[in-house]
């Protein structure tokens, strides 16, 4: 029976055991990997959508400023002519 478990064998499951540790690890790391890039991704993606809103948003600030200033002049324009008249 002592013979069952002689060194080589327990060198053949110590073996076993840390190739299975390894493969372990290996996939954890893979799949660490893999939600971190997705996550990155995302966030990549959330920033550029985020920037083109604001580039939007300044564009939109832009018109109703140039509108404003149109309108203001016009105002200033027609006040003198109406007092004119």
Sequence with gaps: TMAETDPKSVQDLTAVVQ???QQMQDKFQTMSDQIIGRNILFLTQMVDDMSCRIDDLEKN???LMT???VEELEGEN???ASNKG
């Design 67 to 69: 509108q404003a200033g």
């Design 61 to 63: 600030i832009a018109d």
């Design 78 to 80: 027609k006040t003198p």
């Design 19 to 21: 190739t299975l540790l």
